[in-house]
């Protein structure tokens, strides 16, 4: 909610009306040896690489600030149809998925610019998206993303070889870099955990940090608070009434004694090959503290600790003429709130993945006062959004990295916000979702194993942690 949209659209009105930006001095006056630089080919197209779910926000976004563009967004049936006429156009707008589908056909075509929106969605540089990306032809590259690092410092080298590819030098060196200490020497305990304590290689990230310094145009909410309301965070403690209890701790006596047994058979303190039961294990005891009918179908009906506290917290929001929002990662567990809101008489939005009509939804939220709530997936709503005729936040299920909550939570604490935001993190108490959010401030190393990552896998885990 710090303008990256509106400043890309500036820059592009301006070269679409002949203005000479930093980027075109390094294109155009000397080549390496000082002589005149071949010119860049003379287009003026560029190609804006966004998620599926904000597509539509480009094109409202240009169309109400520079509307002298000529936008289109490239979605449908009739792609090839449009990919012939790219050249009529100031600005092509597409989804990653779509951009992964056609990239053998897109690869031929050359952009001013390639703009990946939300660029964290490339981080994993073996993801067909991000291969895909690094396909593509422009004569500038541009990166935009409010989370640049959300599970580790390999997010960052993956948009990095899309943007100046060789840069950083390979994956695999970059890693060695991050993992040894000043002077290039691990010991044989060091060479078998993928990360070392951060006061080793200290000058290796202050090496890092300084050369990438140049290539990145940084404004945090700091900088902009005069133009922000208050945002006050708080995590709501849930108490289980007896059958959710009970429920929640059959499972964990079932996982416990399985994977403990399991790791004690195999020798050694670590999970080794355990890790995908060790991920069953948090998601069911996740599933267990959001609702009791997520494990089993047939409790739907069930009493759920965080639901009654929602619908309770709504219900006051609603009374005073307020609107909210409320995420989760289950798709189930929105399902199960819909009739509870139905019950109570709440009108309500709702957007997940597969949502067909999201401008239509989005729309009617924001200009809808008779619809105060939005329920959305985290997956499909947490990014890209303009949500400001909301100022409450609900995080049902707390998703283990802060930096994805914290995207969720500024889709309405973001520019164009009048009123101070209210956001609340959701959690059962004695569960595993109050220890590992208590672990993640004591040991970082496991919350990015739980968020995942190749440079942090979960075998790292020891039997004390999962214990």
Request: hydrophobic share 35%; net charge neutral; with cysteine.
């Amino acid at each position: 909610g710090l303008g990256k949209t509106i400043q890309i659209l500036a820059m592009l009105q301006r070269r679409k009306h002949g203005g000479n930006d930093a980027a075109d001095v390094g294109s155009h006056e000397t080549g390496p040896s000082g002589q005149p630089a071949e010119p860049c080919p003379e287009v003026r197209t560029s190609l804006v690489v966004v998620p599926r779910s904000v597509v539509f926000n480009w094109i409202d976004e240009a169309t109400r600030f520079t509307p002298d563009l000529r936008v289109v967004a490239y979605t449908g049936v009739d792609r090839e149809i449009l990919r012939q006429s790219f050249d009529k156009y100031d600005m092509v707008v597409t989804s990653y998925g779509l951009m992964r589908r056609d990239i053998n056909e897109l690869c031929h075509h050359r952009f001013d610019y390639v703009i990946l929106d939300e660029a964290q969605m490339i981080k994993n540089p073996g993801s067909l998206s991000a291969k895909a990306a690094r396909l593509l032809d422009a004569n500038h590259r541009l990166a935009l993303t409010g989370t640049p690092i959300e599970n580790h410092l390999g997010d960052l080298w993956s948009i990095f070889e899309f943007l100046n590819p060789g840069m950083l030098g390979t994956i695999g060196r970059f890693n060695d870099l991050l993992r040894t200490p000043p002077g290039g020497v691990r010991s044989a305990s060091e060479m078998d955990n993928t990360e070392v304590p951060a006061a080793k290689n200290q000058a290796n990230l202050k090496q890092i940090a300084t050369a990438l310094r140049p290539f990145i145009l940084r404004r945090t909410k700091h900088e902009v608070l005069e133009d922000l309301p208050p945002k006050t965070e708080q995590t709501l403690l849930c108490e289980m009434e007896a059958e959710q209890r009970q429920v929640y701790e059959e499972l964990r006596h079932y996982y416990q004694k399985t994977l403990m047994d399991r790791i004690d058979r195999n020798g050694g303190s670590t999970l080794g090959r355990s890790t995908l039961v060790v991920l069953e294990a948090l998601l069911r005891l996740r599933q267990a503290a959001c609702h009791p009918g997520l494990i089993d179908p047939n409790r739907k009906y069930d009493r759920s600790a965080k639901l009654d506290l929602l619908l309770n917290r709504l219900q006051d929001i609603i009374d005073e003429g307020s609107k909210v929002l409320v995420f989760s990662q289950f798709t189930s567990m929105l399902d199960l709130v819909k009739p509870q809101l139905e019950q109570h008489d709440i009108p309500y939005c709702y957007l997940d993945g597969q949502t067909q009509d999201r401008k239509r939804v989005v729309e009617q939220f924001q200009t809808d006062a008779q619809a105060p709530v939005f329920l959305i997936s985290l997956k499909a709503g947490g990014l890209g959004l303009n949500l400001t005729s909301a100022e409450y936040v609900f995080i049902l299920d707390p998703w283990w990295n802060p930096a994805v909550e914290a995207q969720a939570i500024d889709r309405t604490h973001r520019i164009g916000q009048t009123k101070p935001v209210f956001a609340y993190r959701m959690i059962c108490q004695d569960t595993v979702e109050q220890r590992i959010t208590e672990l993640q401030t004591q040991k970082k190393q496991l919350a990015d194993a739980i968020v995942g990552g190749n440079q942090t896998p979960l075998r790292n885990l020891t039997r004390e942690d999962l214990q």
